[in-house]
């Protein structure tokens, strides 16, 4: 398994859970910029859990994949992991536009399944 994340402090974090729940050594720690990287990868799975622009989005009515990321295109995002393996699974906040989602899945040729979790 391969984890990647931009934020070095981030990828440190994840390491220290890793070696909590006993599973480090199943997953390379990568500190990098997926969009680059990802033209590179090929996979079974990639799980996309990219920023949600800070606390900020909750407030919004609905959550837009295209500009309430912290300046990534969400659908960009989506691509280049489709690019790199056949199945993906986007982490996404509970206002997200789903119509958005199932659009740009469309447009992408790609089945989509959306579940949406409650604690």
């Known amino acids: 398994m391969l984890a990647i994340d931009i934020d070095g402090e981030k990828v440190a974090m994840a ?5 909590v729940y006993g599973v480090a ?3 390379e720690f990568v500190v990098g910029d997926f969009l680059a990287l990802a033209p590179r990868l090929r996979a079974n799975a990639v799980f996309l ?13 609905a959550f837009d994949i ?4 912290g300046g990534l295109d969400g659908t960009a995002v989506l691509h280049a ?8 699974a986007y ?23 959306l ?4 604690l």
């Open 15 to 19: 390491r220290h859970n890793a070696r």
């Open 81 to 88: 992991a489709l690019a790199a393996a056949p199945n993906a």
């Open 25 to 27: 050594h199943l997953i």
């Open 49 to 61: 859990s990219p920023p949600w622009g800070g606390p900020e989005y909750a407030d919004a009515d």
């Open 91 to 113: 982490y996404l906040p509970r206002n997200v536009r789903r119509g958005q989602v199932a659009a740009r899945a469309r447009a992408l040729d790609c089945p989509l399944e």
């Open 115 to 118: 579940e949406r979790c409650f």
């Open 66 to 69: 295209d500009t309430m990321m």
